[in-house]
C-alpha cells in the first residue's frame, strides 16, 4: 500500500512476508551472533580472601555438596564430615538457591544464618 502523499511504501514490514524469507548470500542470523562474553565477577571482596571463618565456611559447604551428590542424607552427610546435622542442614538449605552452585555465596548466607 504507497501513501499517495508521500509516494512511500505504508505495508507493515513485519506482516510481510518477504521479510522472513532468506535471503541469498546473507549470513544467517543467530542469537549468538548477539551475546556479549561476560567479564567474570570475583565473589571475595578484597580482605576476605584472609578470613579464617570465612575459608572455612567455603570447604565446608564444597564438602557437603560433594558429598550430597552422592545421594546421602543430612544425617550421613554430618557423620562423614564430622559436622552437626543442623549446620549441614543449613549449607543444604542456602545451597538449594543457587543453581550454579557458588560455594562462596552459599558460605556467606550460611554465615549471616
Same mark, same amino acid.
Given at each position: 500500500?504507497? !501513501?499517495?502523499?508521500?509516494? /512511500?511504501? %505504508? ?10 524469507? *532468506? ?5 544467517? /542470523?543467530? &542469537?549468538?551472533?548477539? %551475546? %556479549?562474553? *561476560?567479564?567474570?565477577? $570475583? #565473589?571475595?571482596? #578484597?580482605?576476605? *580472601?584472609?578470613? $579464617? ?12 555438596? #560433594? =558429598?550430597?551428590?552422592?545421594?546421602? #542424607?543430612? $544425617?550421613?552427610?554430618?557423620?562423614? /564430615?564430622?559436622?552437626? *546435622? ?5 549449607? &543444604? ?8 552452585? !557458588? $560455594?562462596?555465596? =552459599?558460605?556467606?548466607? =550460611?554465615? %549471616?544464618?
Amino acid at each position: 500500500m504507497i !501513501d499517495k502523499e508521500t509516494g /512511500l511504501n %505504508m505495508t507493515d514490514w513485519e506482516l510481510s512476508e518477504d521479510y522472513y524469507k *532468506e535471503r541469498e548470500g546473507k549470513k544467517e /542470523l543467530k &542469537l549468538e551472533d548477539f %551475546m %556479549m562474553g *561476560e567479564d567474570e565477577i $570475583p #565473589s571475595l571482596v #578484597s580482605g576476605e *580472601e584472609t578470613d $579464617p571463618l570465612l575459608a572455612q565456611t567455603i570447604s565446608d559447604v564444597k564438602n557437603v555438596l #560433594s =558429598v550430597c551428590q552422592q545421594g546421602k #542424607s543430612v $544425617p550421613e552427610i554430618a557423620l562423614a /564430615l564430622s559436622l552437626k *546435622e543442623e549446620y549441614v542442614h543449613t549449607i &543444604l538449605y542456602c545451597a538449594q538457591g543457587f543453581s550454579e552452585d !557458588d $560455594p562462596i555465596a =552459599v558460605a556467606r548466607l =550460611v554465615m %549471616m544464618s
